[in-house]
């Protein structure tokens, strides 16, 4: 009992933590393409198009971000299992998702996995 209350705790520090790092009010540190890739990782994109867009159970999108595409998808969803996230999405979120799928592939492609630090340590 004791240890669920610990752990229930220390959750809940956590996730005031968590909280802080992501309110809107925080000045954001990254540019349209690092905000991309923080929502390609906070809205789980890689877990069907891989870590860095090549391709896993959906399609490679290396290549593949054309503005008004990527925007149709996102917002709307698509047939074989591409969720739609008009819900989640502003049209900023849009702009800054598809500037960074632009760079897949690219010299000036950022890599980060941290996408919940104002400033991705790695
Ligand atoms: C549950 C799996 C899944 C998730 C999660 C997912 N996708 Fe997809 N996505 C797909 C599938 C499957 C397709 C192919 C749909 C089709 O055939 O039209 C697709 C298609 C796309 C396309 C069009 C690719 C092309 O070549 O036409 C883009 C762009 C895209 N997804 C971006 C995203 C982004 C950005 C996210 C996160 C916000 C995301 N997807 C999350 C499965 C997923």
């Not at 956590?14 to 000045?27: C, E, H, I, K, M």
């Not at 592939?105 to 991705?120: I, Q, S």
Request: glycine letters at 12%; hydrophobic letters at 40%; one cysteine or more.
């Amino acid at each position: 009992m004791k240890t669920t209350i610990a752990r229930a705790a220390r959750l809940a520090a956590a996730t005031v933590v968590l909280g802080t790092a992501l309110a809107p009010s925080a000045a954001s540190a990254l540019d349209s393409i690092g905000e991309g890739r923080r929502l390609y990782l906070k809205y789980n994109c890689y877990g069907c198009h891989g870590m860095r867009g090549g391709g896993a159970m959906g399609p490679r999108l290396i290549g593949e971000a054309e503005f008004s595409d990527v925007r149709e998808k996102v917002l709307f969803g698509a047939d074989e299992g591409m969720p739609s996230y008009g819900r989640f999405m502003t049209s900023t979120d849009i702009a800054n998702l598809a500037a960074y799928l632009g760079t897949l592939g690219r010299k000036n492609e950022p890599v980060f996995t941290h996408w919940w630090e104002k400033v991705p340590s790695r």
